[in-house]
């Protein structure tokens, strides 16, 4: 037994001279440095601001084209094709352009929705990182309570500990039977495994928070204590929660008119400057430049407007029916975690005081302990109602960071 204090001694001093101290900040940012889905839609946000350029390309740009055409039909021995038809051959070689006209309200439905569909994936980049974070944040408080455990394990063996050598005397005196001395021996043994327990368990827990926030680091390392406030609830309109159902109507909506563009005049113009030329030796004589209109108004589609009318009405149902129904979660929830927040918190004061009395209760039996005048039974179940009452704090503190965290996500 005292090898194996002795042994815990020195690997908690190596642990606390060799750590390194990491804080919550650093997990998030290194979270967000090495998240591979807010990289993809940081790049998903670069290529839909390139769409604009090429709707301008498209629509207000002319298009400039070069087509050539060798075309040969032989007669041999009067097997062939008419040539009448096919003028015994045709050579074509024509520079070509074309720009559509009159299409303001089709490069203003273009741009919109280059607009929206930027806004959707910012919205989506702001909800991934808040998800992200609490995500982290979590796991981070998850292996802040573990060591926090082991803070206090260590401190608790170091205290029976010093009271080995007492009893072991007092029992050899004879105040103390040897079975109560054995009793207190398997007490520091059971205080040991737990903190060989909680040892592994914390380094899982780091295992995981690195691998949660893309880091390969095997270093040693000590948690701060965060310090996570309340968010302030702003308009729900404007949260990334809430705004997400706001842009899938406009999404909706700027789809309806894309529909409508299909129904309106269309007009373009063209034009093409070449040689076109069935006899090869009057090339010269057949360069030429052609001026054109095109124009186009559809008629009758099966009513696919209507039935493209129907889809998007029951999108827009299904949208309204989720905000509503995610609306009553989000309120609920919200509700749900700050009831269980404000009993947390009223449980601390409590604690507290518990803690003191059971304390004071030790340090009492302690002096009886030493005289021989208490049980060493009765002394080692104030010392693990103690325990008890103290882990019961440790584990409320860090719960109210744990719900705090919560809020604050869905307050977003």
């Excluded at 992200?132 to 082991?150: G, R």
């Excluded at 009057?282 to 696919?304: E, H, T």
């Amino acid at each position: 037994m005292r090898f194996v204090f002795l042994f815990t001694g020195i690997f908690f001093c190596l642990f606390s001279g060799w750590a390194q101290e990491r804080n919550l900040d650093y997990y998030l940012d290194q979270g967000n440095t090495h998240s591979p889905y807010l990289r993809d839609l940081s790049n998903q946000l670069s290529s839909n601001r390139t769409d604009s350029l090429i709707i301008r390309a498209q629509q207000l740009l002319p298009t400039v084209s070069l087509t050539g055409n060798l075309y040969y039909a032989p007669v041999i021995n009067n097997w062939g094709y008419s040539e009448a038809i096919t003028n015994g051959g045709n050579f074509i070689s024509t520079l070509n352009i074309s720009q559509p006209l009159f299409n303001r309200k089709s490069l203003r439905t273009g741009y919109a929705r280059v607009g929206l569909l930027d806004e959707v994936i910012t919205n989506s980049s702001m909800l991934a990182g808040e998800e992200l974070k609490k995500l982290i944040t979590d796991q981070y408080l998850s292996a802040f309570i573990i060591q926090n455990d082991i803070e206090f394990y260590k401190r608790a063996q170091t205290y029976m500990q010093e009271e080995d050598s007492l009893l072991r005397r007092l029992a050899e005196q004879g105040y103390y039977s040897q079975t109560e001395y054995l009793s207190f021996q398997v007490e520091v043994q059971s205080l040991e495994l737990d903190l060989n327990t909680l040892q592994v368990e914390f380094r899982k827990a780091i295992s995981a928070l690195n691998i949660l926030c893309g880091i390969s680091e095997k270093a040693v390392v000590m948690l701060a204590k965060p310090d996570l406030q309340l968010k302030t609830v702003g308009e729900t309109v404007k949260s990334p929660l809430f705004y997400r159902y706001v842009l899938d109507s406009l999404v909706i909506d700027n789809e309806r008119k894309q529909v409508d563009l299909k129904y309106i005049p269309a007009v373009s113009w063209q034009a093409d400057a070449g040689i076109v030329n069935n006899v090869p030796k009057d090339v010269y004589k057949n360069l030429g430049i052609s001026l054109g209109l095109n124009f186009s108004l559809p008629v009758f589609d099966g009513k696919q407007r209507l039935l493209n009318y129907r889809k998007l009405s029951f999108r827009e149902d299904s949208r309204k029916v989720y905000e509503s129904y995610f609306r009553n979660q989000h309120d609920e929830q919200v509700w749900q975690l700050t009831e269980e927040l404000k009993s947390s918190q009223e449980m601390i004061p409590k604690l507290t005081k518990q803690l003191e009395l059971a304390g004071t209760v030790i340090r009492q039996k302690k002096l009886l302990l030493n005289n021989g005048s208490v049980s060493m039974t009765d002394y080692l179940m104030a010392l693990r109602n103690y325990l008890t009452i103290s882990n019961k704090q440790r584990q409320s503190e860090v719960k109210i960071l744990q719900i705090i965290n919560e809020i604050n996500y869905w307050n977003q």
